[in-house]
């Protein structure tokens, strides 16, 4: 089935009693049994419900996995794979990734006796010098945030595989049409669905999709038993956002080239993050295991001081000033005061990360107004 055609129709069954092309949302918390222990195959909604469950499939369909499980948000996700962990583990993560998901693992998972190691994956003897009997999981994402670093997936599931080691992929920025981790060596694929699953900045949501029989079991007695989970009208939103993916991804990427070139092409604009610069690093593997280049980057200007950059990010007008990415229109962000704020100064200049980097998501806007809106902005 080509790509198109399985985000169109993933989780997607007619409605057995109304024959309803779309998923109802069943939003009920409970369901009544015929007897004790005798019921559909719903009991109680924290532990599923059938707008969810349908979720779920389209879930393991776009990302070409067996089975899939939605969560509250990205960062419930998240929390649910290291869950699978027990005190004295460690764990392998890049250095160059999402703000929450490093003041998740540093200022809660620390404190129960996990360790946690940064590094930088590009290097992938980085990775091989970390590891001990004691090495449980690598998390990385790649594109990375907000640097646009490139991770090779397949490397680095080698390694994973030689060791015994569980690797997750957070595949947010890519989304299921740019890039699938589990066809690449992954064992467990992460997404904050906020962002380009659902694409209308209207819903908070997670997901993690994996092929192992037994990982679905426990990750889903994780999702049970703690119950970070999706409402159905949430859910609903997702199934209805998934159906578009394609044609929104195919827009931003689109939309992210023209302004990734017109950007550094800017007098005033010093360096342009963006994965598809044949001069980037990681374009060659970013080339080789993505299908394009999406619509995220980030830049710094060459007068970067904080005055400055501060009039740059409040001049826009149809790139919003907001957190989040991912939706059909387009954002700015400052990740030193935004989305990566909680990550020690010293150690956000040391990855990279400086103060005056400005982070984009391009939007499906008509490109040429968008450009001139970053034009007017940059002065």
Same mark, same amino acid.
């Given at each position: 089935?080509?790509?198109?055609?399985?985000?169109?129709?993933?989780?997607?069954?007619?409605?057995?009693?109304?024959?309803?092309?779309?998923?109802?949302?069943?939003?009920?918390?409970?369901?009544?049994?015929?007897?004790?222990?005798?019921?559909?195959?719903?009991?109680?909604?924290?532990?599923?419900?059938?707008?969810?469950?349908?979720?779920?499939?389209?879930?393991?369909?776009?990302?070409?996995?067996?089975?899939?499980?939605?969560?509250?948000?990205?960062?419930?996700?998240?929390?649910?794979?290291?869950?699978?962990?027990?005190?004295?583990?460690?764990?392998?993560?890049?250095?160059?990734?999402?703000?929450?998901?490093?003041?998740?693992?540093?200022?809660?998972?620390?404190?129960?006796?996990?360790?946690?190691?940064?590094?930088?994956?590009?290097?992938?003897?980085?990775?091989?010098?970390?590891?001990?009997?004691?090495?449980?999981?690598?998390?990385?994402?790649?594109?990375?945030?907000?640097?646009?670093?490139?991770?090779?997936?397949?490397?680095?599931?080698?390694?994973?595989?030689?060791?015994?080691?569980?690797?997750?992929?957070?595949?947010?920025?890519?989304?299921?049409?740019?890039?699938?981790?589990?066809?690449?060596?992954?064992?467990?694929?992460?997404? #904050?669905?906020?962002?380009? %699953? =659902? /694409?209308?900045?209207?819903? *908070?949501?997670?997901?993690?999709? @994996?092929?192992? &029989?037994?990982?679905?079991?426990?990750?889903?007695?994780?999702?049970?038993?703690?119950?970070?989970?999706?409402?159905?009208?949430?859910?609903?939103?997702?199934?209805?956002?998934?159906?578009?993916?394609?044609?929104?991804?195919?827009?931003?990427?689109?939309?992210?080239?023209?302004?990734?070139?017109?950007?550094?092409?800017?007098?005033?604009?010093?360096?342009?993050?963006?994965?598809?610069?044949?001069?980037?690093?990681?374009?060659?593997?970013?080339?080789?295991?993505?299908?394009?280049?999406?619509?995220?980057?980030?830049?710094?200007?060459?007068?970067?001081?904080?005055?400055?950059?501060?009039?740059?990010?409040?001049?826009?007008?149809?790139? #919003?000033?907001?957190?989040? %990415? =991912? /939706?059909?229109?387009?954002? *700015?962000?400052?990740?030193?005061? @935004?989305?990566? &704020?909680?990550?020690?100064?010293?150690?956000?200049?040391?990855?990279?990360?400086?103060?005056?980097?400005?982070?984009?998501?391009?939007?499906?806007?008509?490109?040429?107004?968008?450009?001139?809106?970053?034009?007017?902005?940059?002065?």
């Amino acid at each position: 089935m080509k790509i198109a055609t399985k985000f169109i129709h993933a989780g997607a069954e007619p409605d057995p009693s109304t024959g309803a092309i779309m998923t109802p949302i069943y939003q009920t918390s409970t369901y009544v049994q015929e007897a004790p222990g005798v019921n559909k195959g719903f009991e109680y909604a924290r532990s599923q419900n059938p707008t969810r469950k349908a979720l779920e499939e389209a879930y393991a369909q776009i990302e070409n996995g067996k089975y899939g499980l939605a969560f509250s948000s990205g960062v419930a996700a998240t929390d649910a794979v290291i869950k699978l962990l027990e005190p004295g583990d460690e764990i392998i993560a890049a250095n160059d990734m999402y703000g929450g998901t490093y003041r998740l693992f540093t200022k809660i998972f620390e404190k129960f006796g996990l360790k946690f190691h940064y590094v930088n994956m590009q290097d992938t003897n980085n990775i091989k010098a970390l590891i001990n009997a004691k090495t449980k999981l690598i998390w990385t994402e790649t594109p990375t945030n907000p640097l646009m670093n490139i991770v090779d997936i397949t490397a680095v599931a080698t390694i994973a595989k030689t060791n015994n080691i569980l690797l997750c992929v957070d595949n947010t920025f890519a989304s299921p049409y740019l890039q699938n981790p589990l066809d690449l060596g992954a064992d467990i694929v992460m997404h #904050s669905a906020t962002k380009y %699953l =659902g /694409g209308h900045s209207d819903v *908070i949501q997670g997901c993690l999709v @994996m092929n192992d &029989a037994a990982l679905r079991e426990k990750l889903y007695f994780i999702q049970k038993s703690c119950g970070a989970v999706p409402g159905p009208m949430d859910c609903f939103l997702v199934l209805r956002g998934i159906k578009t993916l394609h044609v929104r991804m195919q827009r931003h990427c689109e939309n992210g080239k023209k302004i990734a070139h017109f950007l550094r092409n800017h007098p005033k604009v010093k360096t342009v993050y963006w994965c598809g610069f044949e001069d980037h690093p990681g374009y060659a593997i970013a080339k080789k295991q993505m299908r394009d280049f999406g619509g995220m980057m980030s830049f710094e200007l060459k007068n970067d001081n904080a005055e400055e950059v501060k009039r740059v990010l409040s001049a826009t007008h149809l790139f #919003s000033l907001a957190e989040s %990415l =991912g /939706g059909v229109e387009s954002l *700015i962000n400052h990740p030193a005061t @935004m989305t990566h &704020a909680s990550i020690p100064r010293e150690e956000r200049i040391k990855n990279g990360l400086n103060d005056g980097l400005i982070r984009l998501s391009v939007g499906i806007e008509d490109a040429d107004d968008l450009i001139d809106d970053l034009n007017n902005a940059l002065g």
